[in-house]
């Protein structure tokens, strides 16, 4: 494995769950949650578990993503605090 390239995955798996938790813009949240399901499937695949990064890429990112964006249609897209 490529350590140098694991460590700036896992910083911006970092940067990318601390930024969706402190953001006001719920659109916003939701691409950078997107942004890290993709991260987090590409170093599924790097650990060499195919399988479970697809899954990830599928679901994390695919569905999962129309299905918060379908939410925020029919919401506001700000929170109240």
Do not use: N, P, Q
């Not at 399901?37 to 679901?59: K, R």
């Amino acid at each position: 494995m490529i350590w140098i390239l694991d460590i700036t995955m896992m910083l911006f798996l970092v940067i990318g769950a601390i930024a969706a938790i402190t953001i006001k813009d719920l659109l916003s949240a939701v691409v950078i949650l997107s942004g890290y399901s993709l991260i987090m499937a590409i170093v599924w695949v790097e650990m060499h578990s195919v399988d479970v990064g697809f899954t990830e890429a599928s679901v994390g990112a695919g569905i999962t993503t129309v299905l918060f964006i379908a939410t925020l249609a029919r919401t506001e897209g700000r929170s109240e605090d």
